[in-house]
């Protein structure tokens, strides 16, 4: 049984994924398959700001590498921007790997700024 939940928002011009529960590898792998579909049902959109400032993440320093690839594998084109409580050395990991990938990715604890990048 899953561990996490999503409330997905469609907003102008980008999805907004709020996570709540314990976000372990499987409720990433879930998120990256959430995201996926619902820019699909949204008519193409490839912007998505995900929020997991309510979860408590349970990933080990590999799964963020992992996790990164799986993103701009499944995802290509995407522009992701993900709020955390607060950014820490770990979040730079993924953040890096993703890009190196081709997913445009930004890591912040600051919802303006996460906003501003995605958008523009």
């Not at 992992?66 to 992701?80: I, N, S, T, V, Y």
């Not at 790997?97 to 958008?119: F, P, Q």
Request: aromatic fraction near 6%.
């Amino acid at each position: 049984m899953a561990s996490h939940t999503f409330n997905l928002v469609f907003a102008e011009g980008y999805l907004k994924l709020e996570c709540g529960g314990i976000m372990d590898k499987e409720g990433f792998v879930d998120l990256v398959r959430v995201v996926g579909e619902a820019g699909a049902q949204a008519g193409g959109v490839k912007r998505c700001l995900v929020d997991l400032r309510q979860a408590e993440s349970r990933i080990t320093t590999l799964d963020r590498y992992d996790l990164a690839a799986l993103a701009a594998e499944k995802l290509p084109a995407f522009k992701m921007a993900t709020l955390v409580r607060e950014k820490q050395a770990q979040n730079n990991l993924y953040e890096n790997a993703a890009n190196n990938r081709g997913l445009k990715s930004l890591v912040t604890d600051n919802e303006t700024a996460a906003l501003e990048w995605l958008l523009q």
